[in-house]
């Protein structure tokens, strides 16, 4: 391990960021602040809210170093974004929502030009969801960006930059659906030269890379010593996915939950992906690409939930069983392996007593999980990670559904800024020993392997 006991994580997640604290010993969070990631809705497009990020990020630096002494910081953030940056290193256009529907008013001109899915893993996804698409819309619309373009930076290397001054791309981000990367041939795709952003590319670092320390003007801000290593930081996903490529197992997947659910299999079938079912290929933080499926598991259960209470007793689930009530995909409809379908229930919504609605929608994702799990050819253990891991009926659904074990880590409510943090501590692939429980105690029943196997026969007839 390195020097570093306790690591600054800027987590930019689609919905919230937050600044945490996680000491590498004990490999949890002592600090947590948060906040809305904010939308701004124009002009020009809607866009992150980029400045009121920042200046957050700067005030719970300074408060959680007052308090708990910040060694070094790293970075985690969402996919489908990057940033243009100007000669002078500002912004040359506002970061756009990839949840934007802009893109798809050229979409029949993008499709012409962008590479094919066995360069770049990528699979064709609306709105923004392909970064390549909001470059392509974003240079139309704006004949004059191009030309102030100087440099792109993926996105969570634009917050090293901001911290550091330091310009990079890293792969775990490129290779999130963006089709700017190859990652059989771990090289920039062809697209990047169509797109005429050859030689505006930052240069790619590893993600564990420090890239110096911190500015001047951070240090100001924030009380951080001006030799505070910044290290270049990693797509979400990927972060929850690190510590568990560090135990060096064979076969395993991981489930990252949040806004997006995603499933990335390690050491899995051969299996050929589907990207109009949301398959893609995703790099880790080695640079190997990773099978991976993906669904608004997140945005799903908000929609769903409509505020209703998040728990049911055990009798509410036992009757969501015996009255086998389902819901079919898709919720979400533009993303994820069931796109342009909809959503229906085998009984009047109405009808839903109590915590019955709450086990019926943690049922519908471990099963839209599993799903995604066998398209990518998973194998061994499953470890979740994120808010599901507090969800007894997702993980007891997940495991009746796929006939393998499923566990948690100890850490795995926070696992992207584990993941981050680790980063920074000088890890490799024979340290890191992960802290797994089982997430269920005990084998599922065969009530809910019946349950589960309804469920796919419903699927498949429609």
Known sequence: MSGARHVGVIDIGKTNAKVAVVDLASEREVGVLTRPNTVLAGPP?????????????????????????????????????????AEGGDLAAPVIDYE??????????????????????????GMGLNVGAQLYWQFKSDPDLAARAHTFLTYPQYWSYRLSGVKANEVTSLGCHTDLWNPHENR????????????????????????????????????????????????????????????GEASFSVVSTGTWVIALAIGGKSVSLNPSRDTLVNVNAFGDPVPSARFMGGREFDRLMHQAEPSCTDSEAEAVIRRQIMLFPAVESQSGPFQGQAARWTIDEAELRGGERFAAVSFYLALVTSEMLAMIGARGPVVVEGPFTRNPQFLKMLEAATGRPVTTSKASATGTSIGAALLASGAGKDRHQGQHVSATGKAPGPELETYAHLWRKGISST
């Open 45 to 85: 497009y809607p866009h992150f809210d980029i400045e009121g990020l920042w200046s957050f990020i700067c005030r719970a630096l300074g408060e959680l170093h007052r308090e708990h002494t910040i060694d070094a910081l790293s970075v985690t953030a969402h996919g489908a974004s990057g940033v243009l940056l």
């Open 100 to 125: 934007f529907a802009g893109p798809d008013t050229l979409a029949q001109d993008y499709d012409a030009i962008r590479p094919d899915f066995a360069e770049t893993g990528s699979p064709r996804l």
């Open 188 to 247: 920039f795709s062809s697209l990047v030269e169509r797109l005429g952003l050859s030689g505006k590319m930052a240069p790619v670092q590893p993600a564990n890379a420090c890239l110096g320390g911190v500015l001047p003007e951070v240090a100001e801000v924030t009380g951080l010593p001006l030799s505070t290593p910044v290290y270049c930081g990693l797509h979400d996903s990927n972060a929850s996915l690190f510590p568990h490529l560090l135990k």
